[in-house]
């Protein structure tokens, strides 16, 4: 080979190099902004209620390096409901699970059915006080930045107790550095969760965080409404769907980019994705790659 035909080759060769590296780097800074709900598993997580389906082979304490090998994805999103405990020790471990992958919690998902902040009952509401706060504790151990309430209904009647039940959360929050979140819900026609108009006027009354969800509106004008006005009241997380016969994702995910939103997109994969879990994730988060 003459020599002006292997510098040619090499710089040839050199630039695609780059580019390649360019790309994986691109696409790597976007798997970063991801996040995966372990919802999102539900199906396949090992269970101690169902201890023999042979359909159950993801223990919890490996999701994180699940995600990181597998997708390449280092933040992961709990349930509260699938930590097997919270003792410190199992606290501990969970930690240094997402420390060897380099990877972090994002967020808790509490789920605590009839103990909400709209529960008519000042004891319930009292219990719901307590309960959340020592979740925002198991959240520092295993340090989480945020969890997110079910907020409840939001009647009209209850409002204003709700309202200052969160606000008693939030100072909670506040002292342990841990946002408190809530995301608008339901979208169907038979929903009654409250509007996602109802929900900001919350947020903001007790100076938490919204945590938006792109799928959760009736139509696309509430969605464009809605999304416009709660990406700006977030501390950094937003769950992102992908339903392409019911809502457009690239322009949800537009307008997040239109206001500044910077934070996290927290995949949650349904079975309207399809039967294989991993198979649906992996849908959303090539969306969401072109999208964000």
């Known amino acids: 080979m003459k020599r002006r035909d292997f510098m040619v080759g090499a710089a040839i060769a050199t630039g695609v190099a780059r580019r390649v590296l360019g790309q994986t780097r691109s696409n790597q800074a976007k798997l970063d902004r991801l996040a995966v709900m372990t919802l999102s598993f539900n199906r396949v997580l090992k269970n101690p209620v169902h201890p023999d389906d042979p359909a159950r082979t993801l223990d919890i304490l490996d999701a994180p390096k699940m995600l990181a090998d597998r997708f390449g994805i280092h933040h992961v999103e709990f349930q509260h409901s699938h930590f097997a405990s919270t003792e410190p020790a199992y606290l501990k471990e969970v ?14 998902c509490l789920e605590f059915g009839p103990l909400n902040i709209s529960a008519p009952d000042r004891v319930v509401r009292l219990e719901t006080i307590d309960l959340t706060k020592q979740w925002i504790d198991h959240a520092v151990a295993v340090g989480c930045p945020r969890v997110m309430l079910n907020q409840g209904t939001l009647a009209p009647e209850v409002r204003e107790p709700a309202i200052a039940t969160l606000k008693e959360i939030a100072a909670y929050g506040t002292k342990r550095k841990v946002f408190v979140t809530m995301e608008n819900r339901g979208y169907g026609p038979t929903d009654t969760n409250p509007s996602w108009e109802v929900v900001v006027e919350v947020i903001r009354a007790a100076g938490i965080h919204a945590n938006p969800d792109t799928g959760n ?26 339903d392409p016969e019911r809502y457009s994702e690239a322009n949800a995910i537009g307008i997040a980019k239109q206001v500044g939103y910077k934070g996290l997109y927290s995949i949650e994969a349904t079975s309207a994705n399809g039967p294989d879990p991993y198979v649906a994730v992996q849908t959303i988060i090539d969306e969401l790659i072109k999208d964000i």
């Open 217 to 242: 509106f009736h139509d696309e004008a509430s969605r464009a409404a809605g999304l416009r006005e709660m990406y700006p009241l977030s501390c950094g997380s937003s769950h992102a769907h992908y």
């Open 95 to 108: 930690r240094d699970r997402l420390k060897v992958e380099k990877s972090q919690m994002n967020q808790i």
